[in-house]
């Protein structure tokens, strides 16, 4: 089962409040990018990977990427995550039979996690890492709760994702037809009518967004190392 990753590193990361784009920001010593790299290309069946990355951080990820021993493309990405995939996408390889998609500010994913994803979409189409909701879902409005939603049944989507190629393709060939905007691209191929599969992740598989996430991020890592 031949596989391309992707991995969308083109976020501005405004909410991290750092100088620098999310992906390559600092985490005990090493890029958020590097740990997702070192991931990936230990993941049976990969072949190829394609970053995505900010306009003018094409030379840094080069220089991220030089001890991959998997053949590397780097990428500008687009105005929205969908456009980066997109992008991203046109890239990979016609011999793959399998994309997974990753979010470079999750740097905890492990390879066992891409493998079950891959094996998963293999089998129904699609897959996506979950874990479920486990705290009490509250609706609002002007500052008060309207309804209390229940949360059985509810997963929390994380990455990696993992797809068809084929039907990836088709269903963002559709998005661009239609001008339909996803949340993500599991959601594409839920509007295309693919079956999306779930394989539960991980609470240590964190995106890390705030800076109160980078902490929590350099927690982790001191417990894994201790």
Known sequence: MKA??????????????RGEPKAFVMLKGRTMLSYSLATVESVAGVEEIIITVPAGMETTARSEASSVRLPVKIVVGGAERQDSVRIALSLTSA??????????????????????????????????????????????????????????GLWQAQTPQAFQRSLLIAAHERAVRESIVATDDADLLEQNGTRVEIVEGSTRNIKITTPSDLEIAEAILTTLRS
């Open 95 to 152: 011999e793959s039979e399998m994309v997974v998609i990753h979010d470079a500010a999750r740097p905890f994913a492990d390879a066992h996690l891409f493998e079950r994803c891959l094996e998963a979409a293999r089998r129904s189409g699609s897959a996506i890492a979950a874990i479920p909701v486990s705290d009490t879902l509250k609706r609002g409005a002007n500052g008060l709760v309207t309804a209390t939603v229940p949360r059985a």
């Open 4 to 17: 391309s990753a992707i991995i969308t590193a083109a976020g501005s990361g405004q909410r991290l409040g």
